[in-house]
């Protein structure tokens, strides 16, 4: 009776764990990646945001310097300040974060 009542459970807990994925797939947001070049004006101190002064991103925004959150401490392992970069941002509606970007060489 008791194994029988822990394989119920068991059923129970399995099929909730299904219910959450499928709940969590429904609350995916669309995303979206732009690319980029601009030139870097600032870093944080943890490497984990990035004040960029950015051309025009097609279909994205007008050319401005703003700060970019990095989608993790790797991305801008590598950038300093002053370095003119071509960069990817990842864009859902909730958030955009930097996911890569690397130092080029060419003039403006
Ligand atoms: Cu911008």
């Known amino acids: 009776m008791v194994l029988l ?6 059923t ?29 004006v600032s870093l944080d101190e943890d490497r984990m945001a990035a004040a960029i002064k950015h051309e025009r991103i097609e279909g994205f925004m007008e050319a401005m310097t703003m700060r970019f959150k990095a989608e993790d401490s790797h991305v801008l392992k590598d950038i300093s300040p002053g370095d003119r970069v ?22 403006k």
């Open 5 to 10: 009542l822990s394989g119920a459970m068991l």
């Open 12 to 40: 129970i807990i399995t099929i909730q764990g299904a219910a959450q994925t499928e709940k969590d797939q429904s609350l995916k947001e669309p995303l979206k990646y732009y690319c980029g070049k601009g030139e870097v």
């Open 86 to 107: 071509r960069f990817t941002l990842k864009d859902t509606p909730s958030r955009t974060r930097l996911v890569y970007i690397e130092r080029i060489d060419e003039k």
